[in-house]
């Protein structure tokens, strides 16, 4: 079976070869792969457009039938520099690779060479015929904005043609479920350019928002979380005794007040931190769950924007578990259970990653392997499948990620769970034990939604717009057939308000045909056309956004909409 990274990494060769090739004057850079394929970075010496694709395609189709294998060979940094001497990235590279290692090493297909530290297909003539180049895209090199921009191509590779069929179907399906399109259509949000990266809710939008804090604060208010707010600004020192300030810096917002440096705050922890501080806590007040529906900014490049998934604005759904060393497991299990329960609502699965001590981190190996092994212990008891995702923890402890996946199967990362011990220590927080001592209590970070703007965004390409009943902006539209039915429309209306549901009437002087369809481009739930019979008979002709017609009483429906929109159906 082929390995899907390496075919992928392979590809990406194959590319910087097809493109050198057309383009012979091009500079190439680094070509990883990524979760669904793989990308190539150059600074080309006019623009290319997406229109060029094809053209590099064909081209790597004509180049693939001399690759017979991958040669792999060592070189000195002085040969390195002397393949590449016409290219200032890869000599960047070089400088610093050769710092590490002694050898570098190079891998040739046909007349291609590339610095590489390997991982290809054995037979790219066989292997490598499945790809697909997918987009442009603009990239500051090393990811750096203050370094030249460069062309970043994205394509993929599949081992067998039906793979990658099925990929691409899956892309037009995303299209077509896009956030950012399905959101201007049904009126949910905007982004200006007054405020890049800050998302402004509509007051639809608006409705879907609250429905989601609704259900998130009951949820938590089971669970027995206290919920508070903390401000937005806050002091320099609180950011360096947290750290933040020496290892988040360059993310953060900063101004002066009073001659004195703030931060607008990039997450909500040291926040909670004061909160515990303000009173004296028992070995009985724990575990203690605070939690906070924060608002955030994070400087994030402008390259890297897009819609509702990587904003500069947002609110995370934070809880902060205060708790002692020995309930480390149970918590987190408790947290895992209340994940579950709430990703099952949307009707999200989820895959689990544990990251583990990262190369710049808070606190000693000793902390960090309880604290790795207490995480990994508790998703051992709940006998989950989860990877390691070696060196990808927080700064101050370990991690255990959430990838909940849509109903096109892709995955999003949304909730986390991380455990620290190191900002009890730099806040000095502590507790009274029974043996009537101060004791440190460990501190659980940890987020549902994540980014409730990205999960917002991900509800909507999830459910394609077509949101449940209890989350619609509008749950019935009242459809008149003649100006002489909107007396009894109108009571309807008012029926259906009492019982608090969502509703509006059109009354336009458009056929029914067309209100119709309007409301299912709208993706209402449901439609009720009001006409003679309706008014003659009680009985409604509800329609549903499939277009589906059931006929009801009144009172049947009415108990159907309040059944539906209690349960969070």
């Not at 016409?86 to 960047?92: A, M, Q």
């Not at 708790?323 to 990703?343: G, H, M, S, T």
């Not at 991380?418 to 987020?447: A, C, S």
């Amino acid at each position: 079976m082929t390995n899907l990274e390496n075919l992928r990494h392979s590809a990406a060769h194959l590319l910087a070869a097809a493109v050198l090739k057309l383009w012979p004057n091009t500079k190439r850079t680094i070509g990883p792969t990524i979760e669904e394929g793989f990308y190539y970075d150059f600074e080309f010496t006019h623009p290319i457009s997406e229109s060029d694709l094809p053209k590099i395609e064909e081209e790597m189709k004509k180049i693939i039938p001399s690759w017979k294998k991958f040669e792999h060979y060592e070189v000195t940094k002085e040969q390195a520099i002397k393949e590449f001497k016409n290219n200032k990235y890869k000599i960047e590279l070089i400088e610093e690779f050769s710092k590490e290692e002694k050898k570098l090493t190079f891998y040739k297909s046909g007349d291609y060479i590339d610095l590489c530290r390997g991982g290809h297909v054995e037979n790219p003539s066989k292997e490598l015929k499945n790809f697909k180049l997918l987009k442009l895209a603009g990239a500051y090199w090393r990811g750096n904005e203050k370094n030249k921009m460069l062309t970043r191509i994205y394509g993929t590779a599949f081992p067998t043609k039906e793979e990658l069929e099925n990929y691409l179907k899956m892309l037009e399906e995303a299209k077509k479920r896009d956030h950012r399109k399905i959101g201007k259509e049904l009126d949910l949000f905007s982004f200006h350019d007054e405020a890049p990266g800050m998302p402004f809710l509509h007051a639809k939008g608006m409705i879907i928002w609250d429905e989601l804090l609704g259900y998130w604060k009951e949820i938590h208010n089971k669970a027995n979380y206290k919920i508070v707010k903390t401000p937005i600004i806050l002091n320099k020192n609180l950011w360096l005794t947290s750290q933040h300030w020496i290892h988040y810096k360059e993310n953060m917002y900063t101004l002066k007040i009073d001659n004195e440096d703030y931060a607008v705050k990039p997450m909500n922890c040291p926040g909670g931190i004061l909160i515990y501080k303000t009173k004296l806590h028992s070995y009985k007040d724990l575990p203690l769950k605070i939690g906070e529906i924060g608002l955030v900014h994070r400087h994030e490049l402008s390259g890297v924007l897009s819609g509702m998934f990587r904003v500069r604005s947002f609110h995370q759904d934070d809880a902060h578990i205060f708790c002692r060393e020995d309930q480390i497991e149970e918590e987190v299990i408790n947290i895992i259970n209340l994940f579950d329960e709430i990703y099952k609502k949307f009707n999200l699965g989820y895959n689990i990653e544990l990251s583990t001590k990262p190369e710049k981190s808070m606190g000693s190996d000793e902390e960090w392997r309880r604290a790795e092994n207490a995480l990994e212990n508790a998703i051992k008891k709940k006998k989950l499948n989860y990877k390691i995702n070696p060196g990808d923890g927080a700064f101050y402890g370990p991690k255990v990620d959430f990838h909940i996946k849509d109903a096109l199967g892709r995955t999003w990362q949304c909730g986390t769970i991380q455990l620290d011990f190191q900002q009890p220590q730099n806040f000095d927080l502590y507790y009274e034990g029974n043996d009537g001592k101060k004791h440190r209590p460990t501190m659980l970070h940890r987020v549902a939604y994540g980014s409730l703007e990205r999960f917002f965004g991900v509800l909507i390409e999830h459910y394609a717009g077509k949101f449940p009943l209890w989350l619609s902006p509008i749950q019935v539209i009242l459809i008149t057939v003649a100006d002489r039915h909107l007396e009894y429309t109108k009571k309807l209306e008012n029926e259906l308000k009492e019982k608090n549901i969502r509703v509006e009437i059109d009354n336009r002087t458009e056929s029914i045909s067309k209100k119709i369809r309007d409301s299912q481009i709208q993706k209402i739930p449901y439609a009720i056309t009001i006409g003679d019979k309706e008014i003659e008979s009680g009985n409604l002709a509800v329609r549903t956004r499939e277009n589906q017609v059931i006929t009801l009483r009144k009172e049947e429906f009415i108990q159907k909409l309040i059944k539906e929109d209690k349960e969070k159906l």
